[in-house]
Structure formats: C-alpha cells, structure tokens
C-alpha cells in the first residue's frame, strides 16, 4: 500500500508565498513522474507542476515564473514553493505520484497514488 501525505496549505494573502509539501510512503520501488493538481471550486481537476526523477519539469502556464516544484528522490518527497500567490490560486491541491510497486515476489505494476488534497486560500 503506498500513502501520500501533504502538509503546507492554508489562508495566504494575495502576493504571499507557500510551500507545499508531499511524502510518499510504503512499497515504492520508483516514483516516476511526482506532482502536483489542484481543483478548484465549480472547476476540473489541472495539473499544476510535475517533475521526473532526472529533473525535467512540467508546468501549468498560470504558474510558470511564479511556481517551483522540486523533489528529494532518496526520500520520495516533493515540495511545491508557490510565490506572488493570486485569489485564482485557491484550490485544493492534491499531491501525485506515479509509482511502480511490487505485485508479487517477482513481478512489479504501475500504480497511481493521490493525497487526501489540503487547501490554498488566497484572500485578503
């Protein structure tokens, strides 16, 4: 069973930073690719960033330039520094990964894995 736990989300005002947080637990044996959506209220689920193990990123256009998405491979963590955050930010955002797990003794399966999602504010 694999587990992804976020923390860092909260009422920020418009201008302010957050970061974002991610830890996988379980029976991983890779994680690739790991990100991050986000949903906001009346709206589809969005990719907001996502990065390989080798370091290429991807992300959404609203986010370039003020967004940093990073990840500590060894610990199976990524982070999400979001900057100069906008009242159109507010969401939840969930947390993913792309995993492969083992299926058995000697065979291995893809499997994808959401967090619980926390919630980004921005208000004045």
């Known amino acids: 069973q694999v587990q992804l736990v976020e923390s860092g989300g909260g009422l920020v005002q418009p201008g302010g930073s957050l970061t974002l947080s991610c830890l996988a637990s379980g029976k991983i044996v890779s994680i690739n690719p790991m990100g991050w959506y986000r949903q906001a209220p009346g709206k589809q689920r969005e990719l907001v960033a996502s990065?390989?193990?080798?370091?290429?990123?991807n992300y959404e256009d609203s986010v370039k330039g003020r967004f940093t998405i990073s990840r500590n491979n060894a610990a199976n963590t990524v982070y999400l520094q979001m900057n100069n955050l906008k009242p159109e930010d507010t969401a939840v955002y969930y947390c993913?990964?792309?995993?492969?797990?083992?299926?058995?003794?000697?065979?291995?399966?893809?499997?994808?894995?959401w967090g619980q999602g926390t919630l980004v504010t921005v208000s004045s």
């Open positions: 990065m390989t193990t080798t370091g290429r990123t």
């Open positions: 993913w990964a792309s995993t492969v797990v083992p299926a058995n003794d000697r065979d291995y399966r893809y499997l994808e894995v």
